[in-house]
Structure formats: structure tokens, C-alpha cells
């Protein structure tokens, strides 16, 4: 998303050196949409790392699943090592994502 950063930074460079102010109506009309352009790039931007960031957290739950998967596809595990689990009690279904530990994240995609 660097690209529509860029592309408005240029386009307010551009601007300036036309010499646009804030005088003619014109003007104003046109460093009013480069400013939305701006906050259009910005909000894309934090789409973006959002959704990686949601990504990530999907593949470690996808490994857990799977880990999950093959404990009860094994013959040989003994399903009464869990003992007395409540799982309703254990469920934490007001997760929030801000909680991802990042460093994690960022160590498996290395």
C-alpha cells in the first residue's frame, strides 16, 4: 500500500508547487480531496496490518487445531490424561484480538 501513499504524497507535492492555496475555491476543492486521498491511504494501510496481523492469528489456530487433531486421531493416546475438564467454563468467548502477542507472530514468520 506504500504505492497510494507515494502517489498522494506526489500529488500534494504537486500541489505546492503549483502554488494552490487555500484562496481560490478551485483550489480548495482540489487540496481537500489530496488531504482525503490521504486519510483513504492511512485507513488502508491499517487494514492491512490488521488483516495480517488476523491472518497470523488464524494460522496459529489452525496449527492448534490440527496438533489437536492428530492427539485424537492417535490410537495410542490416552484420553484420560485430561482428566475432569469443564469446557464450558474454560471457553473465553470475549477474546480480544489486541491480546496477540506479537513477538510471537513475528517469530513464525521468520
Known sequence: MDLISNKVAYLKGLAEGFGYTMDD???KVILG???CLGLVADE???LNEDFHNLENYVELVDE????FESMLDDEDYD???WGDVD???DFDDD???EEIDEDEVEDEDE
Open 79 to 81: 484420553y484420560d490424561d
Open 44 to 46: 488502508i494501510d491499517m
Open 95 to 97: 477474546y480480544d484480538f
Open 33 to 35: 480531496i489530496i488531504d
Open 64 to 67: 492448534d487445531l490440527a496438533e
Open 25 to 27: 475555491n478551485n483550489q
Open 87 to 89: 469446557w464450558d467454563s
